[in-house]
């Protein structure tokens, strides 16, 4: 199974397309968090946070306990602006440091830009956002 990490926006329809693919970025993600935590940024699995849809199409995908959808706790929601401090400090490293992530870090660096894209149109609305996961 390949997982993904995608962003989810507050609300029914943020008015804008929110797709990001995701799945170099979860890939990856063990070398990214020690990345930001190098760079002093939160790390993107801070901003993960599991809400009843993410949970239905996990548990739909075949991943996950169906006991854990009783004991969900609120989703976290978190300011576009705090997404976007990791997201452009990460760019900034990967522009500088192309080789860094070797054969991956252009895909990482293509999907930090579809997030960069879906977090700032938040930003500009006042929409707040987390991160989820699936498997496929």
């Known amino acids: ?22 799945r ?10 020690r990345l930001a935590g190098t760079l002093r940024q939160r790390p993107l699995l801070d901003f993960f946070s599991a809400d009843e849809n993410s949970m239905a199409l996990l548990l739909e995908q075949g991943a996950g306990n169906p006991e854990w959808f009783g ?5 976290q929601w978190y300011s576009a602006t705090e997404g ?22 252009l895909p990482v660096v293509n999907e930090l830009r579809e997030y960069e894209r879906v977090l700032r149109k938040a930003e500009v609305r006042g929409l707040r956002w987390h991160l989820a996961a699936s498997w496929r």
Do not use: C
């Open 1 to 22: 199974m390949a997982a993904s990490l995608y962003i989810v926006i507050e609300g029914e329809d943020p008015g804008f397309d929110i797709f990001v693919n995701g």
């Open 24 to 33: 170099a970025l979860a890939r990856n993600e063990e070398s990214l968090e």
């Open 71 to 75: 004991h969900l706790p609120q989703p």
């Open 84 to 105: 976007l401090q990791t997201v452009t400090t990460l760019l900034k490293f990967l522009a500088a440091n192309p080789a860094a992530f070797g054969s991956e870090t």
